[in-house]
């Protein structure tokens, strides 16, 4: 009853107790257990069976000896002791295999909180990870974009600058066909003049004779 009593309130002699009890499971300790429990449950049958066949005996003589009385008594007494201690030692020994199985129990269950509180914390990190890149992944979208801008207004200078040298280069054509043809009535000009002298030279050499 005082281990029973023991096993029900949270105090340092419970941890002492479960670790005692603990030990006696260990190794050889379930057997001597069995053992010992075996012996006194035969015990407490043989003692239930003097004293019902004391009580028979009263029956069929129908007298009652003081003897037989005290007998019948002390077996009642040893049978009522020894079910009453089976019964105290199944109950600590189940109170022992509950309170052990509820500390596994509370254990796995911290463990599990623990997985669960790394995850939550790698999860926020995660979340955290993903909003950086994100955030990365606009200001690249940014740039990308004031890149494609900048690509297009070069493409339309280019665009323009071609333009220019394609008129640019008929104009330096247009120039070219009018220097030719300035240089082409420069000599003809120049032919003309030169007949115009000789005309007047031989003219004017006529003259003088």
Do not use: C
């Not at 028979?56 to 009522?80: F, M």
């Amino acid at each position: 009853m005082a281990l029973i009593v023991v096993f029900v309130f949270k105090t340092p002699l419970r941890k002492l107790v479960i670790m005692g009890l603990d030990r006696v499971k260990r190794g050889r300790g379930p057997i001597v257990v069995k053992t010992v429990t075996g012996t006194v449950f035969v015990v407490m049958l043989a003692t239930v069976y003097n004293a019902v066949a004391i009580q028979r005996r009263w029956i069929q003589e129908g007298e009652v000896n003081p003897t037989d009385q005290i007998l019948h008594a002390k077996h009642l007494l040893e049978a009522s002791l020894m079910g009453f201690s089976l019964f105290l030692a199944l109950m600590i020994d189940r109170l022992h295999h509950y309170i052990r199985e509820l500390r596994l129990r509370r254990k796995s269950m911290e463990a599990v909180k623990k997985q669960n509180r790394v995850f939550e914390d790698s999860k926020l990190s995660v979340s955290e990870e993903i909003k950086v890149m994100e955030e990365e992944m606009t200001k690249l979208r940014g740039r990308i974009k004031q890149l494609e801008t900048q690509l297009e207004e070069k493409t339309k200078e280019a665009s323009s600058a071609e333009t220019n040298a394609i008129a640019l280069k008929k104009q330096s054509e247009g120039f070219l066909l009018e220097y030719d043809r300035l240089l082409e009535e420069n000599q003809n000009l120049r032919s003309q003049l030169q007949s115009i002298d000789r005309r007047l030279s031989f003219s004017e050499s006529k003259k003088v004779m």
